[in-house]
């Protein structure tokens, strides 16, 4: 379980403090499927950033299944299971996308076949990419889904996705959301995925409305969906009740 409890964020700008996050609590069941949504620059990336590690509250506390994992770095977290899937994916010159498959799940033995299945469930043929560079060579969708593919190989308990669909063509965001299906389904992993899109919003157990650094309204894709389609003259009605907190 994935408890965040009173967390807030805040930078300097100008000798100005800018509140990123403000005071937000909130609890995520083990092996649930959540998606954070809400206007850009509301605050939803940095609030799975500071799940993960790469950006430390200016407040709060975070438990990872009990445990106070506030103070733990990046690899500490990785190490206790939680994964992160980047909007713009770093790349690797030298690195092989066999190689990165094969440290990510941590099995020097990790077969071809077994390379196949994790590509194949983003779209990618394993023959057309296991022995290419993670470099500048591979366009940003196709970079996108091979971080996806690695973290799918490190079986991570909490898998973090910032805007997976972003630069991926519709056949491969088809096969993408037919993969959260399946690892929902599989009922061994939690899910947060930062996104804008219709087709992964209807997939969440629960979807998270972040704007202003406030968690402005949650509650099941049947409940907040329709109210963020009519959203069609910039006044969304969930993003007007104020924050809440659970």
């Not at 995520?28 to 850009?40: A, C, E, Q, R, S």
């Not at 094969?102 to 196949?116: F, I, M, P, V």
């Not at 389904?185 to 899910?191: E, F, I, L, N, P």
Request: contains cysteine.
């Amino acid at each position: 379980m994935l408890e965040l409890k009173h967390i807030s964020y805040s930078v300097s700008d100008a000798g100005e403090e800018l509140s990123i996050l403000k005071d937000i609590s909130l609890t995520i069941p083990d092996h649930k499927l959540m998606v954070f949504t809400g206007p850009n620059g509301g605050g939803k990336t940095t609030l799975a950033k500071v799940i993960m590690g790469l950006v430390k509250p200016t407040s709060g506390q975070i438990l990872w299944n009990g445990e106070d994992i506030t103070e733990l770095g990046i690899t500490e977290r990785a190490k206790r299971g939680i994964s992160y899937g980047f909007q713009q994916p770093p790349r690797f010159k030298g690195l092989t996308v066999r190689n990165l498959l094969t440290l990510a799940s941590g099995n020097e033995a990790l077969s071809k076949d077994q390379c196949c299945q994790y590509l194949t469930k983003v779209g990618l043929c394993a023959n057309d990419y296991l022995d290419r560079e993670v470099d500048v060579s591979l366009s940003g969708g196709e970079v996108k889904r091979i971080e996806i593919a690695s973290i799918l190989a490190r079986n991570a308990e909490l898998m973090i996705f910032d805007e997976p669909e972003a630069g991926i063509d519709l056949w491969s965001f088809a096969r993408l959301t037919e993969t959260f299906e399946q690892i929902h389904s599989d009922g061994k992993a939690t899910m947060i995925i930062i996104s804008h899109q219709e087709r992964i919003i209807s997939l969440a157990d629960e979807v998270i409305v972040v704007g202003s650094g406030l968690i402005q309204h949650r509650g099941s894709p049947r409940d907040i969906l329709p109210k963020i389609l009519s959203d069609t003259l910039g006044s969304c009605p969930v993003l007007t009740n104020g924050g809440v907190q659970a």
